[in-house]
């Protein structure tokens, strides 16, 4: 079972190496003696070097430490992932998987009573072992050796017992895509240079309709007569590492949830087959999909899960994946008129075109992943 520290303070601080911001801590980054508390929780030794590790979200500000008993990485969850029925769900389930040899990067427990999670002020930490790996090459190679490590991850977890039944639902059928479609507008125009209005809200428009399409072709395939699991909920290249051309860690269970698994795989496809160049340049990224990525995934899932997927989840893999690049697009754009530091009016453009794209071809592209 995963647990808890709960702790104010701690006199036992550690001497630390560069400290990475002196002062008060702010919402992405670790004060001193905010620092200083949390590692005084810890038995990694004497600390020689503290570095920000900054991919994923800025609102779970990341540290990588190099001690005396290793390297190490230190997480402060984001608000709203912090919930402790949540955070507890996740850590049994990478130490479930860890007790299997799954790769995932390792939970370390505190030194003060053993656990695996640190409450101090009403922020949560996390600490795991730092892994050493490649990013996805953009190969076929690797979306075959990400498909093989989400169908193995399905396998592990087929009939796992599940202790919270809170962390459920997903990008489909949600209801939240209406009122996110009715303020993206307003919050594009307020957050800066944007389209203008009448543009802007036709776009939203047909990305609302698209949506809704989408999900009444998806559930036609019968998404909710299938079967729940255990899912990672956020699988993207930047959530594996790789090594010699296999994955060696699985990364963020923070969305861990109980699902349909056809909901990881699809958005897994989805994110393995988007091509990105300039990431400013929004306008000039090719609206395709990568095909022989999304191919190559969902055989190497099928080698190792053990139920090849069915053909009515196949059918619904590209209506799914509709659904997803336009709800994991339009909440934060709908929350501050951005997608991350990108322009909110642009983003919606792109995926504008990536939806056109792919609505048309999706039926062709779930006979293709039969093949």
Known sequence: MASRTNSSSNSNAPHLGPVVDEGRADGDRYGAHELAMVLSHYDLG?????????????????????????????????PGKDEARRVSFSHELQLYLERRK?????????????QSVLVLHGRTYEMFRFVEGERDDKSLGSAGQSGRALGHFHRLLRGYEVSYRGAMGSYHASG?????????????????????????????????????DAAERAGAAGIAEQARGVIHGDWHPG????????????LDFDSARYEARIIDLANAALQFSMKMDDPKDLDNWSSKLDVERIRALVWGYNETVGEPLTTEERSAVPWLMVEAII?????????????????????????????????????????????
């Open 46 to 78: 004497p600390i020689d070097r503290i570095r920000r590790y900054v991919r994923g979200s800025r609102r779970a500000p990341k540290l990588r430490l190099t001690a005396a008993r290793g390297e190490f990485m230190l997480k402060r969850r984001a």
């Open 102 to 114: 799954y790769p995932v990067a390792g939970l370390i427990k505190t030194r003060t009573d053993g």
């Open 176 to 212: 939240t895509i209406e009122s996110a479609i009715k303020q993206a507008p307003t919050m594009i125009t307020a957050a800066g240079p944007a389209d203008p209005e009448a543009e802007l809200a036709q776009r939203c428009q047909y990305l609302y309709e698209a949506y809704h």
């Open 239 to 250: 959530n594996l590492l790789y090594r010699d051309g296999a994955v060696v860690a699985v």
């Open 327 to 371: 709800l994991e697009s339009i909440l934060p754009i709908a929350a501050t008129g951005r997608f991350g530091e990108l322009s909110g009016s642009a983003f919606l453009r792109m995926i504008e075109r990536k939806v056109r794209w792919l609505r048309p071809r999706a039926e062709k592209l779930a006979e293709y992943l039969e093949q």
